[in-house]
Structure formats: structure tokens, C-alpha cells
């Protein structure tokens, strides 16, 4: 299936070498979701691609590891074997060939989202590196270089989440947090009104991860009890079929927003003709490459759906890629996206983009951006294969 990808290729600045490693995560603090799963133990899949003296770099979580036992959100298929197939046909192709590469059977299909990410990434920072070009130059697009942050604050007793907004508030500046919530109307709303007491103007959406109880008419009540308190959007909030939330976002003024239901551009285009959201999440990890990901970003802001880029536990490769694409949305989405050192004790990025004033503040830099660490990024890697 790769085989008219390396016809295409145009053999300018020929890729000599890949790296394919898989690479230990540790996150920071213990987060706890609305459904209780417990967090899963963090890998990363890091590609490196060498061309002309120069390296690029792209990361991904493998969720067919990370999340193995997991009910939802994991790939059905082997991200490090699929990686490894795909290294070995892109070996001998242009360093600068970094749009066509994608088989046909990879195209708009979640299981492969993330596979893609971390091989497109590192194209696209090694062709901005070869030609000292910034990501925007490469994909022809306007980067924005201020993006609202928006931070997300795991479940925990309402006082100490009010406590920890305001350590990030302090922090970073923001006032727009995303809340996992207990799903309880009176805790929920007592962790808004502490919080707002803390940080003095505090937004909120809140990612429920299709974790709340009752009918629709039950979910309606609970968002627009807590609506009053700030709260603008709810992020996938039951496992149901599009007909509910269609009757959940006519009854309240709460923005729904989807996720995990809008993986591919056919999800998206669903999502449109059943008018049952608001927004939709380009979730990090599940973008399908830059061009994949600002595809549906198009598709939905075209038909008037706000998008919203979302956040994964990223080494900092992944994050400032990210970060940068939430910066090519036309029409402004927030991004949750924050630096690898704010939740992985194993972060392997040295120049990460600084978040102040509540804007993350992106730079125009060749390719990502980034500076790895090889030495950090050596000691966290759990297993390695080069192809050359």
C-alpha cells in the first residue's frame, strides 16, 4: 500500500535514516476522571527522520499499549509495528516530501491517527529544518502566535481544585479552566464558586468523558444549573447517539462539544447534519497529521461549529506541534495543550513555548521549534529500532 507514496517522492534531499523508540512517561500528579478509570501508565513513540545533516522529530502515545484494558479510545491496531512500515518505505524519499506520504488506507480511519502524527511531525520539522522554513511556510497557512490556554484541572474535592486553579492561574494567567467533573450538580457547582473566588472572572468548560448519569432531560438540568457559575461548554457528556445530544443542546445554552465522536472528517460531517453540537475537539494524538487535522477543523468552522484543539501527556515533541496547530485554526479555538514540564517528570524538550497572561505564545522557529534533549530523550527510552 505504500508504493505509490515512494513513486512520488521526489528524491531532492533523500531520508537516510529513521529511529522509531518507545519511551517512558512519567506524568506528574495522579488524575481521576469523571467515569473513574484510573490514569494508564504513559509511553511515547518518538520519530526521528535524518536528512542533509539535519534531524526532525514527531511523538505519539501508542494507546494500543498505553490504554490496553481500556474500553474506549484505544487503536486497534500496533502503532510500532505500523511506525516501522512505514519508516522503511519513506527511506530514500525527499526530506522535503512531507504532504503525500499517508496510504489511502490509512486516510480518515482513528485507528491510525496517532501513527500518522508522529511520522508527519517529524517530516514536517525536518523539512522546516532543512529549508529554515516555520511550520506555517510549509503547510501555507497564517500562524497566530497568541493562543488562549485553556488549563484542565482532574477531579478532586472542590477546595482543592479551587486551590490548584489558582496555582495556575498565578502560574500562567489563564481564567479558562477544563473541569473533570464529579457529575454531582452541588459539588460541581461548589468547585465554579470556590474557584471563582480564587481566580476572579474563571470560565469553565467541563469533560464528563461521557460520564454523566440520567436521561436528557436529567443532563439539560445539571449543565444548566451550573451555566449561571461560568460554565460555557461540556465536552462529550454521555455515551449516547446524536438524537440525545441534539435534545440536550436544545435545552441549554451550554455549548456542547464533541470529541470522541469526531475523529475523522466523516465523524465531522455527521456531526454537522445532526446539529447536536457546538464545537468539536481536535483531540491531541488523534489529529491524523497537520492536514488531516485542519481539514476537519475546516469542514466544521465552514458549517459554523467552533474547534478546539485538546491536550495529550506529551515528552514535548507532540505538545509544541500541537500548540502550533491550534495557531493555523482560521477562526481562533483555544488550545489545551500545556508544556511537557508542566505534567511529565520526563520531559525531553529544552525551548518549550511559554504560557503567560493566559496566552500560549508561539514563535515562528524552523520546522516545530524545538530543541530535543538527547541526553533526557536516551534516558527515557525503553526500546529502540534504526532503519537505515
Request: hydrophobic fraction near 40%; charged fraction near 25%.
Amino acid at each position: 500500500m505504500f508504493e505509490e507514496t515512494r513513486n512520488q517522492a521526489t528524491m531532492c534531499v533523500r531520508i537516510q535514516r529513521l529511529t522509531i523508540r518507545l519511551c517512558r512517561n512519567a506524568t506528574r500528579e495522579e488524575e481521576h476522571y469523571t467515569t473513574g478509570a484510573p490514569p494508564p501508565a504513559y509511553r511515547s513513540l518518538v520519530v526521528e527522520a535524518i536528512a542533509g545533516g539535519m534531524s526532525g522529530f514527531g511523538e505519539c502515545i501508542p494507546t494500543s499499549i498505553v490504554l490496553a484494558g481500556w474500553n474506549e479510545g484505544k487503536s486497534g491496531i500496533d502503532e510500532w509495528s505500523a511506525a516501522l512500515r512505514a519508516g522503511e518505505v519513506l527511506l530514500g524519499c525527499d526530506g522535503g516530501a512531507s504532504h503525500d506520504w499517508v496510504p489511502d488506507e490509512w486516510r480518515d480511519c482513528s485507528d491510525y491517527s496517532s501513527v500518522i502524527d508522529a511520522i508527519d511531525f517529524a517530516l514536517y520539522d525536518l523539512a522546516g529544518r532543512l529549508t529554515g522554513k516555520p511550520l506555517s511556510a510549509l503547510l501555507g497557512r497564517t500562524q497566530r502566535l497568541r493562543v488562549p490556554y485553556v488549563h484542565t484541572l482532574f477531579l478532586g474535592a472542590p477546595a482543592d481544585t479551587a486551590t490548584r486553579a489558582h496555582e495556575v492561574y498565578r502560574r500562567t494567567g489563564t481564567r479558562f479552566f477544563k473541569l473533570k467533573p464529579s457529575g454531582t450538580a452541588e459539588e460541581d457547582a461548589a468547585t465554579m464558586i470556590l474557584t471563582r473566588e480564587r481566580v476572579p472572572g474563571a470560565r469553565f468548560s467541563i469533560d464528563p468523558n461521557c460520564g454523566l448519569r440520567g436521561d436528557a432531560a436529567d443532563v439539560t438540568a445539571y449543565l444548566n444549573r451550573l451555566q449561571p457559575l461560568g460554565l460555557d461548554i461540556c465536552e462529550d457528556p454521555v455515551a449516547a447517539d446524536w438524537d440525545i445530544y441534539a435534545r440536550i443542546q436544545k435545552g441549554t445554552d451550554v455549548a456542547l462539544m464533541v470529541d470522541a465522536g469526531a475523529r475523522t472528517r466523516r465523524d465531522v460531517l455527521t456531526i454537522i447534519s445532526a446539529r447536536c453540537a457546538r464545537w468539536v475537539n481536535i483531540h491531541a494524538n488523534w489529529g491524523g497529521g497537520f492536514q488531516q487535522s485542519l481539514g476537519r477543523a475546516d469542514v466544521a468552522q465552514d458549517a459554523g461549529l467552533k474547534v478546539m484543539v485538546g491536550a495529550a501527556r506529551f515528552l514535548g515533541i507532540g505538545t509544541a506541534a500541537y500548540q502550533l496547530l491550534a495557531g493555523l485554526l482560521p477562526e481562533g479555538g483555544p488550545c489545551e495543550q500545556e508544556p511537557a514540564r508542566m505534567t511529565s517528570r520526563t520531559a525531553v524538550v529544552h525551548n518549550e513555548f511559554a504560557i503567560r497572561d493566559g496566552l500560549i505564545w508561539l514563535e515562528e522557529r524552523p520546522g516545530l521549534g524545538i530543541e530535543v534533549d538527547r541526553d533526557a530523550l536516551a534516558a527515557v527510552t525503553e526500546k529502540e529500532e534504526v532503519l537505515t
